[in-house]
């Protein structure tokens, strides 16, 4: 995996998640699929395999380039922005 250069911007603490689910999938009635992280501000969004696809609303509402796999056992980031694992 090569490091984007969205990485270096990133706090340098993984900021704390702000729920440990899909609160816009809850909201809605939905049941998120796989979560995501955003390593800019801790939202906690749903994957693109999700119906509504909140992790990359969040990015496309926010800018924040980069998130990584919020699901036990799983160690990926992902940037949005340069489409590839980061």
């Given at each position: 995996?090569?490091?984007?250069?969205?990485?270096?911007?990133?706090?340098?603490?993984?900021?704390?998640?702000?729920?440990?689910?899909?609160?816009?999938?809850?909201?809605?009635?939905?049941?998120?699929?796989?979560?995501?992280?955003?390593?800019?501000c801790g939202h906690v969004g749903c994957c693109d395999s999700s119906p509504y696809r909140h992790a990359t609303g969040h990015f496309e509402e926010t800018g924040h380039p980069v998130m990584r796999s919020f699901e036990p056992g799983e160690s990926w980031s992902w940037c949005f922005v340069d489409l590839h694992l980061v």
């Open positions: 995996m090569s490091e984007c250069p969205h990485v270096p911007d990133l706090p340098r603490l993984e900021p704390a998640p702000l729920s440990d689910t899909c609160l816009e999938c809850l909201a809605v009635g939905s049941h998120p699929v796989q979560l995501r992280l955003c390593l800019t």
